[in-house]
């Protein structure tokens, strides 16, 4: 078992800076990777970002390029996501989630632990 709470979202304005994070426990061990999806109402879950546990690997969404960047601090069992440049099409429900990692990342399926989720909200 996993357990994955996240923190730090809120509400900003377009052009603010915002970091997630993602406290880990449980079973965390070098076999797993942890990401982050969001999923804007009325939308699909959609994958952001994700990292492996134990090196450097590392995957980012397309729609999030460039503006985010996944890191994990392992004595601390946390993995943040920095967001930059923020657009009000970044508002959303987002999600850090764990799965092995050498499941496929892009697909929430292969996920099989999620924390509750931390809301992001960007005005204009």
């Known amino acids: 078992q996993v357990q994955l709470v996240e923190s730090g979202g809120g509400l900003v304005q377009a052009g603010d800076s915002l970091r997630l994070s993602c406290a880990a426990s449980?079973?965390?061990?070098?076999?797993?990777?942890v990401g982050w999806f969001r999923q804007a109402l009325g939308k699909e879950r959609e994958f952001v970002a994700s990292?492996?546990?134990?090196?450097?690997?590392?995957y980012y969404g397309d729609s999030v390029r460039g503006r985010v960047t996944i890191s994990r601090d392992n004595a601390k069992n946390t993995v943040y996501l920095q967001m930059n440049s923020l657009k009000p099409e970044d508002t959303a429900v987002y999600y850090c989630?764990?799965?092995?990692?050498?499941?496929?990342?892009?697909?929430?399926?292969?996920?099989?632990?999620w924390g509750q989720g931390t809301q992001v909200t960007v005005s204009s």
């Open positions: 989630a764990a799965r092995p990692s050498s499941a496929w990342y892009r697909d929430a399926k292969f996920y099989n632990y």
């Open positions: 990292i492996n546990w134990n090196d450097d690997t590392i």
């Open positions: 449980g079973r965390t061990d070098s076999r797993i990777a």
